[in-house]
């Protein structure tokens, strides 16, 4: 267990959905990331939250949004959702903004568009 | 912007055999180095870090050395077991911006037969 809880861990819906994902840091951790994984782009970076606060974006859909709440843990929404957004979607986080000793993940969740 | 380029794999070796997956860099400034490992199933692992330059990072028997005059991060085994089989990520941090998005390489699959 590294301590971030990562919610479900599968989901399956119809196109045209919305969902949430939901992360619990680890304790102590006040960064959180969010990243994608699918086969053929690896691993994407999507946004990054510091104690309440988007610190970074990358290239986040205008579909997904997130945000990060007062007791750390951070929710990312998906609507709309496409067939392409299939995809492993993972949390990480650390202690602090700029993360220089790396992160921790958690085991994902396995979004499935039909 | 900043990228990392892994070993293409995947790779497939037999138990006690040396590894090594290539990992080279473009990055501004003095990036922070990692290499990530992914088992069946589950999130990302760190594995080891190196935070500047000449720095060695190692854990499990693994290790890698940040070499900045080949901008490189190569990871090396002397005797692989079949429990390393997984995914390998070779990702850094910028020193550049003030947030702490990572940028990961596409992996590298090993394969370790008995």
């Known amino acids: 267990d590294s301590g971030v809880t990562q919610t479900p861990k599968h989901l399956i819906t119809a196109t045209g959905q919305r969902v949430t994902l939901r992360c619990s840091p680890r304790s102590g951790d006040l960064s959180v990331y969010w990243y994608q994984q699918s086969l053929d782009q690896g691993l994407q970076f999507l946004i990054q939250?510091?104690?309440?606060?988007?610190?970074a974006k990358g290239n986040i859909l205008e579909r997904f949004s997130a945000q990060q709440f007062p007791d750390l843990h951070s929710e990312l929404n998906l609507s709309s959702l496409e067939l392409g957004d299939s995809a492993l979607y993972f949390c990480a986080s650390s202690v602090d903004w700029t993360a220089p000793h790396g992160y921790t993940f958690g085991s994902g969740t396995r979004l499935t568009v039909v | 912007g900043d990228s990392v380029t892994q070993m293409e794999g995947p790779v497939t070796l037999s138990e006690e055999a040396f590894l090594t997956i290539n990992c080279t860099y473009t990055?501004?400034?003095?990036?922070?180095l990692f290499w990530y490992v992914q088992y069946p199933g589950e999130g990302l692992q760190l594995l080891l870090k190196?935070?500047?330059?000449?720095d060695k990072g190692s854990n499990k028997g693994f290790e890698a050395t940040y070499r900045k005059e080949t901008t490189s991060f190569h990871l090396e085994k002397g005797s692989v077991q079949v429990s390393d089989s997984a995914v390998y990520f070779c990702a850094l941090v910028s020193s550049n911006t003030n947030a702490g998005k990572s940028t990961f390489g596409d992996g590298t699959t090993l394969t370790v037969k008995p």
């Open positions: 190196a935070t500047k330059a000449d």
């Open positions: 939250y510091y104690n309440g606060e988007e610190r």
């Open positions: 990055a501004t400034g003095y990036p922070s």
